[in-house]
Nanobody, 122 residues
Framework: VQLVESGGGSVQAGGSLRLSCAAS????????MAWFRQGPAKRRLFVAG????????RYGDSVKGRFTISRDNAKNTLYLEMDRLTPEDTAVYYC????????????????WGLGTQVTVSS
């Protein structure tokens, strides 16, 4: 499975961005998906996860109520809608995929994209 993120950029605090992750090379609907992020000098952290069907989602505590994960299985694409962004959201955002939803939620998904940079200025 190949994953390519897009949609990152620079935005002021309080703004919004939508990230996309285009998947290829597998049956997209069979893969659980997630977003992780890694800020400067920080470890990679779970942001949000979604089951293959899209009927189950999970969020990291720091983004609950501000970020929304979704997927379009017909387009083989994962999304992350990010609202009310703060400078603390500055990070490289990575797309992650695995056949196991559990593996996704514990950060052990098999497939990773190269990431897209999000920078939030105050």
């Amino acid at each position: 499975v190949q994953l390519v993120e897009s949609g990152g950029g620079s935005v002021q605090a309080g703004g919004s961005l939508r990230l996309s992750c285009a998947a290829s090379g597998g049956t997209f609907s069979t893969y659980a998906m997630a977003w992780f992020r890694q800020g400067p000098a920080k470890r990679r952290l779970f942001v949000a996860g979604i089951s293959g069907s899209g009927d189950s989602t999970r969020y990291g505590d720091s983004v609950k109520g501000r970020f929304t994960i979704s997927r379009d299985n017909a387009k083989n694409t994962l999304y992350l809608e990010m609202d009310r962004l703060t400078p603390e959201d500055t990070a490289v955002y990575y797309c992650n995929a695995d056949l196991s939803y559990r593996n996704i939620l514990i950060g052990k998904g098999n497939y990773w994209g190269l990431g897209t940079q999000v920078t939030v200025s105050s």
